[in-house]
């Protein structure tokens, strides 16, 4: 069987496997905490799963190698026409433009929808991140003494 990534919409039966993948990841990476899901179960995960699949505002895209979850990209809506925007890449994985395919699908996706603007919450000294988000068109719109909040017209 050759390896191959795949990225996909997240579904109700990923609910597991992304509970796995965030654990691992938050043990990796000082920029992504765990502690507010820790007490999530399979169940619950399936569930804000199947809503995130269902709703037009919200999307879950993950990245998946060798049928295990490496990766995802989070748009969750706060108001009507913007959505938070947040990636996450195993990091075993970093480096090989996985990040850019998550963002590049979730800003495809926020085009065909009804959203308006995605804005992101980034750590200063993730300057590796702000790149990449610059990249893709993302300005700084106000900073905190460590972070940058910083935002996309879609």
């Not at 999307?59 to 996450?88: P, S, T």
């Not at 929808?113 to 719109?141: C, D, M, R, W």
Request: with cysteine.
């Amino acid at each position: 069987m050759s390896e191959e990534l795949k990225l996909r919409e997240a579904i109700p039966q990923d609910a597991e496997s992304l509970l796995i993948f965030l654990k691992k990841a938050s043990q990796q990476s000082d920029f992504i905490s765990f502690d507010d899901m820790k007490d999530v179960t399979v169940a619950d995960e399936s569930i804000a799963l199947d809503a995130i699949y269902q709703s037009k505002y919200n999307e879950l895209i993950v990245a998946v190698f060798d049928d295990q979850i490496i990766g995802y990209c989070r748009l969750e809506n706060g108001d009507d026409d913007k959505a938070e925007f947040g990636v996450v890449v195993d990091k075993e994985f970093w480096n090989n433009g996985i990040a850019s395919y998550l963002l590049e699908d979730a800003l495809d996706w926020a085009v065909d929808s009804p959203l308006k603007e995605v804005f992101l919450e980034v750590y200063k000294n993730n300057t590796v991140a702000i790149h990449l988000y610059q990249k893709y068109g993302f300005t700084t719109e106000s900073e905190t003494e460590k972070t940058l909040i910083m935002k996309k017209m879609v």
